[in-house]
């Protein structure tokens, strides 16, 4: 006859073998810090030796939590938002939460049916950069009516009456602009992002560089783009003017990989004829034919400071005002503008 299963093995049967409280085994399987060296080595030998698993749904219904957030990003496949999840998982999962990845495919009403799916799952709490129009607060205002807990990534709402944290858009464009000026640039057309707060943000970025170095170029030397094709077709456009630009600046690493694309298929050389300057320092960015010069936007520590902020509201006692944190970015020159 078949053996009956194995019972589970519990918090206190691992206190009995040591002869210690279940409350020390419980602190050390939470990770608290009021547990001596010795004790939890001891507490956590046992764990492994008697193969104990948590019983997560007993926590839940103990501490009325899941213990799971959702992140939705609208692109999983940029790396930038790749490093924003790394940053979130390395902060909660000491913590003892999960977290759940959603992708957008940046639209608005993919986003929407996600954040439902994850409401109805009960989460604890939401990190997201959002998809949503500029002016929309529907999807805000419902996630507040259930009263969970959001943190906004990358993309401003002003509207939305939630914390935020991303970098300076807006200084990334002038960053961007002036390294080109620094290097010799004088007709810099630029590729601009869609309609969201990043890309808004670093095109008024560079129109201030433009105006504090008393530049003008004409309005034919702005083009958009939301990705590397559309940055190469952008680029072709560029290339086709009279004069043409000595300089790009792609609101993001791949609109600007996209961009070198089409110039050195036209023959042109960078940087001797034309310099390209991006965005994301994005993990290809050093490995392209011609190394592109780029802003880190610090994606793993916005990743990191959100994820604290919202388990810091999940376990606040009374609602913390919201926040807005921005994360200083980091120029890093390569061929593309040497």
């Avoid at 939301?226 to 680029?235: F, K, V």
Wanted: hydrophobic content about 40%.
């Amino acid at each position: 006859m078949p053996q009956p299963p194995t019972p589970p093995v519990r918090l206190k049967d691992i206190a009995r073998e040591l002869n210690v409280s279940v409350m020390t085994v419980s602190k050390v399987v939470r990770e608290c810090a009021d547990v001596g060296a010795e004790t939890r080595r001891k507490v956590l030998a046992k764990i492994k030796e008697m193969n104990y698993q948590p019983n997560w749904v007993a926590r839940s219904l103990a501490a009325r939590r899941t213990f799971i957030i959702g992140l939705v990003v609208p692109d999983l496949i940029h790396s930038f938002f790749g490093e924003i999840a790394k940053g979130v998982a390395a902060t909660i999962r000491p913590l003892g939460y999960d977290v759940v990845i959603c992708d957008s495919e940046e639209n608005g009403g993919v986003e929407t049916s996600e954040v439902e799916r994850l409401l109805a799952r009960q989460v604890d709490g939401l990190l997201i950069a959002s998809a949503q129009p500029p002016s929309s607060t529907d999807l805000f205002e419902r996630i507040e009516a259930r009263g969970v807990p959001y943190v906004l990534i990358d993309r401003r709402f002003p509207l939305a009456q939630a914390p935020y944290v991303g970098a300076d858009d807006e200084e990334m464009g002038r960053m961007a602009t002036r390294h080109l000026i620094e290097r010799g640039c004088r007709r810099i057309a630029h590729i601009a992002g869609p309609p969201l707060t990043p890309g808004a943000g670093r095109l008024k970025g560079y129109r201030e560089a433009l105006a504090e170095a008393r530049m003008q170029v004409p309005d034919s030397y702005l083009e958009h783009a939301h990705d590397d094709a559309s940055g190469y077709e952008a680029a072709r456009r560029l290339l086709a003017l009279d004069p043409r630009p000595d300089g790009i600046f792609g609101y993001n690493d791949p609109a600007a990989s996209g961009a070198m694309k089409a110039v050195l298929e036209a023959g042109v050389r960078i940087p001797e004829e034309i310099k390209v300057m991006g965005v994301g320092n994005v993990h290809y960015s050093d490995l392209l034919r011609v190394p592109l010069s780029t802003i880190d936007q610090g994606a793993a520590s916005i990743g990191r400071q959100a994820a604290g902020i919202l388990i810091g509201t999940i376990t606040a006692k009374r609602k913390r005002p919201a926040r807005t944190i921005l994360i200083k970015p980091t120029l890093i020159a390569r061929e593309s503008t040497r």
